[in-house]
């Protein structure tokens, strides 16, 4: 490769994925992820736990996305890495390695914001979004609806009050005794049931904001005062209640999201992050799209949760536009747009 080309290497740490990829040009050329199985023992992700693992696996997974795009430590131009926001020993390792790298091979450092590289995994493969679009973004920790205006230019418009929607599947999951990671268990179980057996209310905020923390009450008291009557309530109806709650979230998030493409006159819309994998939303936002006229794109799966594919591209861009950071720089749990 010619020495102009722009090699990257991408580093992402923010939670329980321990993953590094290369991009070279903006081609993401592979997207190595290292899972953390030990925290399905605790029902969620335990911070320490998370950041120990972290540090068992990113030199083989760098090692392993370096020789299998074939490129050398000293061929790369910059490394990239997600700053924030995430869990903050998680991020550490990440951070540290990144500016070790950085800083014996003497090349650029790219600080990243994890929220914006989930949006900017639209560019990694075709189709991709033309700007202006919005994109609903949603994961774990995050529900945010963005006005994205180009490459490194992008908008909150609106965003959850308290609890993200995958917060909100999580819990469920876990009141409907499903284990973790809750959400995709969710998902599996509602596509048996039916999503019209219980009716839970749909918290209405002002402007483009969302609040997820009611349904997680209401669901609570539901099952509470239901149980008192039959002990197997849950259990005789588990595919009707994950369901029922699946099509109430995905009914909240996609109202929001109509809304806010009504108001900004935009046909262009995404969805990114962990929850985008979500059969009920990706059903719902095409069944919207088909009403409302927009175009959808949606990443492929491996680039929804959690990589260091997304951190490339973000790299990329970033690198393009001279964005770049000194040895100075430290993680950022509460990383901000």
């Not at 991009?23 to 190595?32: E, R």
């Amino acid at each position: 490769m010619p020495s102009s080309d722009i090699k990257i290497l991408a580093i992402e740490s923010s939670c329980d994925e321990t993953s590094a990829a290369v991009a070279v040009n903006g081609k993401v050329l592979n997207n190595i992820v290292a899972t953390q199985s030990v925290h399905e023992n605790y029902g969620g992700v335990v911070p320490e736990l998370a950041s120990r693992a972290h540090q068992q696996n990113i030199v083989p997974v760098v090692d392993q996305a370096l020789k299998n795009a074939a490129i050398s430590r000293e061929e790369l131009t910059a490394v990239a890495f997600t700053r924030g926001p995430g869990l903050m020993g998680a991020l550490l390792v990440g951070t540290s390695f990144a500016k070790g790298l950085a800083l014996a091979l003497d090349i650029p450092l790219i600080e990243v914001n994890h929220m914006q590289a989930h949006i900017l995994a639209h560019f990694i493969d075709d189709p991709k979004p033309k700007f202006p679009f919005l994109c609903l973004t949603v994961s774990g920790g995050h529900t945010q609806i963005v006005l994205v205006k180009d490459y490194n230019l992008m908008e909150v418009v609106g965003e959850t009050q308290d609890d993200a929607v995958g917060e909100a599947f999580d819990k469920v999951a876990k009141m409907l005794g499903l284990g973790y990671p809750g959400g995709p268990k969710v998902d599996q179980l509602a596509q048996k049931g039916n999503p019209k057996a219980f009716q839970f209310p749909e918290t209405e905020m002002p402007g483009l904001d969302y609040s997820f923390s009611g349904i997680k009450t209401a669901v609570l008291y539901f099952l509470r005062d239901q149980l008192k009557q039959n002990e197997g309530f849950i259990e005789e109806n588990k595919a009707d209640l994950a369901a029922s709650i699946q099509k109430t979230l995905v009914a909240m998030l996609l109202q929001k999201l109509r809304k806010a493409a009504r108001q900004y006159g935009i046909h262009q819309i995404a969805i990114a992050g962990g929850v985008s994998a979500n059969s009920g939303l990706r059903n719902g936002l095409e069944q919207m799209a088909g009403k409302e006229g927009w175009e959808v794109y949606i990443p492929a799966f491996e680039y929804c949760t959690d990589n260091a594919g997304m951190i490339a591209m973000a790299g990329h861009y970033k690198f393009l536009a001279n964005e770049f950071v000194d040895q100075g720089v430290s993680a950022l749990p509460r990383m901000k747009f």
